[in-house]
C-alpha cells in the first residue's frame, strides 16, 4: 500500500492542479471571482463576498454582467491558496488571451477579474471577454476541436473565437416516424445523432469526453445528505437562527 502524498501551504502548486479533480488557486492580495459552492479548502487569509457588496461595486460593475448568475458567485479576497473542485469531475485551467470564450454556466468555476462575464444569449451560458485564466470542470477531459463541426449538445463544453452554434437536425429524423410523433406529442427526445450544434467559421470548439452534462445544483443550497449539518433527515435546509436572512442571505453570501 502506497504512502499518501501530504501537503501543505508549501507544497501545494501555485494556480495549477493538485490532481484532475482538484485546482489550486493562490491569492496574493488579489481577487479571484469564484462560484459558489467549489471551494472545498483552503490556507491562509481569505474573505468570501457576495456579488452586490457595495465595496465590491466598481469591481463587479467592470467584471460581472450576467444578472441571471448574481447570486451563484462569490468575491474571493486576499492572501493564500485555495482548492477548487466539483463532485469529482475534471477540472482545468484555461488562458484565455484577448479572446472570448463561452462556456456552460454550470462548468465555470472561477475566473481573474481582468476578464469580464458576461451573459450569453444561448441560454445556459455565459461569455468570458479579455485576457485572464480561469478554471473550469467538465465530465471527462475536454477535446478541443476546430470548425466546421457539429456537436452532441449534450458534449459541448463551450466555444471561442467563433460565432454562436445553430441547430442541426437530421433530415430522416425530421421527416421519419420518430419525427412525427415527437412534434405531436413532445415525446421522445432526441439523440446526437439526430440533433446537433453546428459551428462554422474559424475558432475553437470545447468538447468534454462524455454524453452526460454535469447537473447543475442549485448554489447556497445545503446538501440532503448524512453527516452534513443541516442535511440528513431536515429536507437539505440548515436551521434557522434569531437574526437570520434566510433565502436573501444565502442570496448575497452573507
Known amino acids: 500500500m502506497s504512502t499518501p502524498v501530504v501537503l501543505d501551504p508549501m507544497t501545494l502548486p501555485s494556480d495549477d492542479n493538485v490532481n484532475a479533480y482538484t485546482f489550486c488557486v493562490e491569492l496574493k492580495g488579489s481577487r479571484w471571482f469564484l462560484q459558489k459552492g467549489k471551494m472545498i479548502a483552503y490556507y491562509g487569509q ?3 463576498d457576495g456579488i452586490g457588496h457595495g465595496r465590491f461595486e466598481r469591481l463587479v460593475r467592470s467584471s460581472f454582467h450576467s444578472p441571471l448568475h448574481a447570486s451563484d458567485w462569490v468575491v474571493a479576497e486576499g492572501s493564500g491558496k ?14 484565455l488571451e484577448d479572446g472570448n470564450l463561452t462556456i456552460r454556466s454550470g462548468n ?3 475566473y481573474q ?8 444569449i444561448v441560454p445556459g451560458f455565459v461569455t468570458l471577454i479579455g485576457t485572464g485564466k480561469f478554471v473550469a470542470a467538465s465530465n471527462g477531459p475536454v477535446v478541443f476541436m476546430e470548425p466546421p463541426l457539429r456537436v452532441d ?7 471561442a473565437d467563433c460565432p454562436s452554434p445553430c441547430h442541426h437536425y437530421d433530415h430522416g ?3 421519419g416516424v420518430m419525427g412525427g410523433i415527437r412534434s405531436l406529442t413532445g415525446i421522445g427526445g432526441t439523440s446526437g445523432e439526430e440533433h446537433q450544434f453546428e459551428f462554422v467559421g474559424a475558432g475553437t470548439v470545447l468538447l468534454q469526453s462524455s454524453e452526460a452534462l454535469m447537473a447543475e445544483q442549485a448554489a447556497g443550497v445545503v446538501p440532503n445528505e448524512p453527516g452534513v449539518p443541516g442535511g440528513g433527515g431536515q429536507h437539505g435546509s440548515a436551521p434557522r437562527m434569531p437574526g437570520q436572512l434566510g433565502d436573501l442571505q444565502r442570496r448575497f453570501g452573507l
Request: no cysteine.
Open 46 to 48: 481569505i474573505q468570501f
Open 82 to 95: 485555495m482548492l477548487l473542485a466539483d463532485r469529482a469531475f475534471d477540472v482545468n485551467s484555461f488562458d
Open 108 to 110: 465555470l468555476l472561477a
Open 113 to 120: 477579474p481582468t476578464m469580464a462575464l458576461k451573459q450569453s
Open 153 to 159: 449538445p449534450q458534449a459541448l463544453v463551450g466555444w
Open 173 to 175: 429524423y425530421m421527416t
